[in-house]
């Protein structure tokens, strides 16, 4: 296997360089930190930094499964709190610890972490329990977009939620009292 830093040599080592883990030559291997020696397997490749979806929008949501939207197996789904990004900054700043720091315990880029405290983007769901645990905070809870169950908005004579049928009869009714 060749070295992913300079193409040229055998790959003998792991290192991880710039938050990725990398197979690299002995040359290379010097000016990173080692985390896997001669004959030693491991990942190969980039770690990613996490996912990016949505906009700059104060949350996002997550399935158990990939992505978004609902799981079919009835999974939880979850969501990032409002001001998450402060709330990462206030708990690091509040435990003096800078964020190229946090960047090396999470092993992500420093400057993703960055763009997460200033919501630039979302971290993905596996990323952001590991700031949870590590920061003492809590930035994702259960999703709320299960359909309102009030009763005086439930169907008569049945037990799912709201549907646009529903909904329709209830306008109807509204106009018929005006």
């Known amino acids: 296997m060749e070295c992913e830093i300079c193409g040229k040599g055998e790959a003998v080592y792991i290192v991880f360089m710039e938050g990725a883990r990398l197979n690299a030559c002995p040359t290379c291997a010097r000016g990173a930190k080692i985390i896997g020696g001669p004959g030693q397997q491991g990942s190969r ?8 979806f949505g906009g700059s929008s104060g949350s996002g949501t997550f399935s158990s499964s990939i992505g978004g939207g609902s799981s079919s197996r009835g999974e939880p789904e979850f969501e ?3 001001n998450f990004g ?3 900054r206030d708990a690091r700043n509040k435990m003096k610890l800078p964020l190229s720091v946090l960047a090396e315990k999470l092993a992500e880029k420093e400057s993703f972490l960055d763009r997460i405290e200033n919501q630039k983007t979302h971290p993905s769901q596996e990323l952001a329990r590991k700031i949870e645990k590590e920061l003492g905070i809590i930035i994702l809870e259960e999703s709320s977009s299960a359909p309102m169950q009030d009763d005086k908005f439930k169907p008569s004579g049945s037990k799912k939620g ?9 306008e109807q ?5 005006k």
């Open 45 to 52: 490749g980039s770690q990613k930094g996490g996912a990016s």
């Open 80 to 82: 990032l709190v409002e």
């Open 86 to 88: 402060s709330k990462m």
């Open 162 to 170: 709201l549907t646009l049928g529903d909904i329709l009869e209830i």
């Open 173 to 177: 009714k509204k106009k018929k009292n």
